[in-house]
């Protein structure tokens, strides 16, 4: 489904990925583990080149290789992308969210009428299914934290996905709420038989959900096998402090650290 | 011990010594200004109250006599300011963005776009004026194309600032889904900013509306344009009635504007 070869980022002098083949497949729920910084968002940014990596491919089912302006147009319409910090509009509506989802497969000109009967339909019928469909009309800025992770969710199921990138969606959100977002990203994933790659920081919801966890440590992977081989040896290894875990992107909140300490801990 | 405490203690004179020196050269700055714009001129000060007096004793009462023929210039002046605020309006919304760091497609279009927008804000809307009053004659029309010439200078800024403060994270997320740079910024940014720029332009709307009681005197019509008969004729009592028409007008014309933006928040 998704392959990249070589796949590098060099930030000024620092390297944040360093040049990484990997390969993802339709169906499967991968998790990103690693601490902070290790390369996770890096990695994630890089898959739908929201940032541009300095070398290596991505390749997908399909398109090719992902190297002009038309092929990464339809590799973004393709690959739903959910953050962290939902990242929705706050003034507009839920539904409203959910269709922007529908931009990049309608031209500009139609863009600018208002949205088809199907469209609405649509998008309605994602926001159901993320169970937020009495919220469709709520200003999005009004929804609880794990409210709006499900409108992003619903953004990306909008885009009718054969990929979806999710970076940290539950690292704002309670335990109980992180367990019922990555229960419906994995629900997601198996009907729809999307290839799903998220990013995590909890160790135990990895060992949950994943069928395949993908540690990366300093930007390089250092473990990538089915969860039920992540051992305490292993989870040692990926989370002792190797390099530069100081030295940590903006918008990281504390509970990163925490799991950091909870996996040394362990 | 003591050491630091004597020490703090100069510091804190020392400050407050400095503190006084610059407001006294505030103050002397200030004060050469005055002299200079001859404030401190009390003789002619002391002239200024009785010719002011007579003046004032001319203008009443105010003559209201004419008031028939204030309707149609009054409906000028308010046509002139919504019309020369809609054209700033749809030239601030493209130069707007252009001007945005985060939404200019080239740092060059940035820069230009804000000189444009700086030479426009520079040249004052009278002289714009005239320039439209020589360019397309008398009457309502060279009013408007110097209000909506001159307020883009101003509105555009704001747009372009509003734009460059939206929230760049939802932004990105709507570059993620596959929309084209035109669609982000019409579908990620305009939709932050929508309230802000109806703001801006409601706000502006006052302001043109006060100018454009001003456009009428460099012949580009509306009430001004009576104001400026009545001024060369010196019939000060019906100037005053006039001073008194505009006043309403203004004060209407403000509550309106706030009651508007009020819903915009
Ligand atoms: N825009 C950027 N400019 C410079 N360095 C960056 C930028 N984004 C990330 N980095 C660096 O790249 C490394 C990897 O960051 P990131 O991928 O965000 O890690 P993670 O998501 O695993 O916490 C970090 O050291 C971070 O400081
Ligand atoms: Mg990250």
Redesign the pocket.
């Known amino acids: 489904m998704l392959t990249i070869q070589g796949l590098t980022?060099i930030?000024?002098a620092?390297t944040?990925?360093y040049p990484t083949d990997l390969t993802f497949e339709a169906s499967r729920f991968s998790v990103?583990l690693?601490?902070?910084?290790?390369?996770?968002?890096?990695?994630?940014?890089c898959l739908n080149q929201l940032?541009v990596p300095t070398g290596g491919t991505v390749e997908i089912e399909g398109i090719g290789s992902i190297d002009t302006a038309s092929k990464r147009h339809a590799l973004r319409c393709m690959t739903g992308f959910v953050f962290q910090q939902h990242q929705l509009i706050f003034r507009q509506t839920a539904l409203a969210n959910v269709l922007n989802g529908r931009l990049g497969c309608t031209p500009l000109w139609r863009s600018l009428l208002p949205w088809s009967r199907k469209d609405v339909t649509d998008a309605l019928g994602c926001l159901e299914r993320v169970g937020l469909l009495d919220f469709a009309l709520t200003r999005a800025g009004r929804l609880s934290g794990g409210q709006q992770q499900r409108v992003g969710i619903a953004r990306a199921l909008a885009q009718k996905p054969r990929i979806i990138l999710a970076?940290?969606p539950v690292a704002s959100l309670d335990p109980a709420k992180s367990e019922e977002i990555l229960e419906l990203l994995l629900k997601i994933c198996r009907e729809d038989g999307i290839c799903t790659v998220v990013?995590l920081h909890q160790v135990d919801l990895a060992r949950k959900f994943a069928d395949r966890v993908i540690a990366?440590k300093d930007?390089r992977v250092v473990f990538d096998a089915p969860p039920n081989e992540l051992s305490e040896s292993a989870l040692k290894e990926i989370y002792t402090s190797g390099g530069?875990v100081s030295?940590?992107?903006e918008e990281?909140t504390g509970e990163?650290e925490l799991a950091v300490l909870e996996a040394k801990a362990a | 011990m003591s050491k630091t405490y004597e020490f703090t203690i100069g510091e804190l004179r020392r400050e407050y010594l400095a503190s006084l020196a610059k407001a006294g050269l505030g103050m002397l700055a200030v004060g050469a200004c005055l002299a200079h714009s001859g404030l401190f001129d009390a003789q002619r000060l002391m002239e200024a109250g009785p010719a002011l007096a007579d003046l004032l004793g001319e203008m009443m009462p105010p003559d209201f006599s004419n008031w028939a023929n204030w309707g149609m210039p009054l409906l000028d002046t308010l046509a002139m300011s919504v019309a020369g605020t809609f054209l700033a309006v749809c030239l601030s919304i493209p130069l707007g963005f252009l001007a945005a760091a985060n939404a200019s497609p080239h740092p060059v279009v940035h820069r230009l776009a804000r000189g444009v927008l700086n030479f426009l804000r520079s040249v004052p809307e009278l002289i714009m004026g005239i320039v439209f009053v020589a360019a397309v004659g008398f009457g309502a029309l060279p009013g408007v194309l110097a209000l909506g010439l001159h307020s883009v200078g101003m509105v555009g800024k704001f747009f372009a600032e509003s734009v460059e403060h939206c929230d760049k994270r939802a932004v990105e997320a709507i570059r993620a889904t596959g929309a084209t740079p035109m669609q982000v910024m019409l579908h990620g940014m305009l939709p932050q900013v929508l309230p802000q720029m109806a703001d801006i332009a409601v706000y502006r709307w006052e302001y043109n509306f006060r100018a454009s009681t001003v456009m009428g005197m460099v012949g580009a019509g509306g009430i001004g344009f009576q104001l400026m008969g009545s001024l060369r004729l010196m019939q000060y009592q019906e100037v005053a009635a006039l001073l008194l028409v505009m006043l309403v007008m203004v004060t209407l014309v403000d509550a309106l504007g706030s009651w508007l933006r009020g819903k915009f928040a």
């Open positions: 980022k930030y000024q620092h944040a990925l990103l690693g601490p902070s910084g290790a390369g996770k968002s890096t990695l994630l940014r940032t970076d940290e990013s990366l930007g530069d030295s940590q992107p990281e990163n």
